[in-house]
């Protein structure tokens, strides 16, 4: 079966390419310094796991059901990746060739009836999957609600002109026969349902609602305090010159205001039997980090990066 997804494009700052149309011929074998592999990625890989979560918080935020770790579509990741690796290492390589002439379409289970393939060359996985974003092929195979499986590979060159560069190929399919995660249910009840930041500059905005950001985003801002008019979580914030302050629960304000000060990270816990509260959080330098779980670190510490905004969701458990 023969497959298609978007053509390849180059970005300044993060090169990034997904298959087009038509076939393409193999790259030729290069003698080359073997980089440094990743053998076998698996979803307890660190950067994977978080780039696997990024592309199913940007899968979310358009309804798009989540993907699944497909481990035997990792493997034809993974084998690619590792191949990208070597090749790339060649002054003249011809980025025309960079997909395997099915883009891997042969080489994942049988039975797939939707397939994908991105390529991206950057350094963290928020690099990676913002630039997928903002490039219309990469984002359309990606957040494609027919997605159900996906893989993910990656190597680290450590020497050549992409050395230190994370080079990622990402392979999602679609079968009839995958069992789809429900979807989590938002919350009745007031849990996190509503919140406001105290931001540098402009003071306390108005309140949000679940799902949606307390804070700015582009505008280098601290988010100095939260505040939370309800009750139905126990909640904490870890605050410049400070530290982690006292967990307070039910409807209270967390960090300060008047000091100066940044929030860096916030730990929330639901209160109420059967739910629990999500926290993503933008930091400076950084961006949206993956989202995090109940009572989980939203955030940084000991890096002295400033909290710029937050989103909170109540699902059920």
């Known amino acids: 079966m023969k497959f298609s997804s978007s053509r390849m494009s180059a970005i300044i700052l993060g090169l990034i390419v997904t298959m087009g149309c038509g ?5 030729a074998s290069v003698a080359a310094p073997v980089p ?3 053998p076998a990625t698996t979803i307890s890989d660190s950067f994977t796991k978080q780039t696997f979560d990024l592309i199913n918080a940007e899968r979310a935020k358009v309804g798009a059901p989540p993907f699944v770790w497909n481990q035997k579509i990792a493997d034809v990741s993974q084998d690619w990746a ?3 690796g070597v090749a790339t290492m060649d002054p003249n390589f011809d980025f025309a ?3 395997r002439a099915d883009a891997g379409g042969n080489e994942i289970p049988a039975g797939a ?23 219309p092929g990469h984002k359309a195979a990606m957040l494609d609600p027919r997605g159900t499986d996906a893989g993910i590979g990656y190597v680290v060159p450590s020497s050549g002109p992409y050395a230190g560069w994370h080079l990622m190929v990402s392979n999602m399919a679609a079968y009839s026969t995958t069992l789809i995660p429900s979807s989590p249910t938002s919350a009745t009840a007031p849990t996190g349902s509503s919140y406001a930041g105290h931001v540098q500059n402009i003071g306390w905005q108005s309140s949000v609602s679940n799902g949606e950001t307390a804070g700015t985003v582009g505008q280098g801002l601290r988010l100095e305090a939260l505040r939370f008019p309800t009750s139905g979580q126990t909640v ?3 605050v410049q010159n400070i530290g982690w302050q006292n967990y307070s629960t039910g409807a209270t304000t967390i960090g300060t205001t008047g000091l100066g000060l940044r929030m860096e990270a916030i730990q929330i816990k639901s209160t109420i039997a059967g739910e629990a509260i999500r926290c993503q959080a933008h930091v400076q330098n950084i961006g949206w980090m993956p989202e995090v779980g109940d009572g ?3 955030g940084t510490t000991g890096q002295g990066l400033r909290l710029e905004a937050v989103r909170f969701r109540v699902v059920g458990q």
């Open 23 to 27: 076939l393409l011929s193999p790259a």
């Open 36 to 38: 440094a592999l990743v």
């Open 82 to 84: 590792n191949h990208l």
């Open 97 to 99: 060739t960079i997909h």
């Open 113 to 135: 009836t939707w397939y994908r393939e991105n390529i991206g060359f950057n350094f963290s996985p928020a690099q990676l999957v913002d630039w997928w974003m903002n490039s």
């Open 236 to 238: 904490r914030a870890h």
């Open 296 to 298: 989980e670190v939203c």
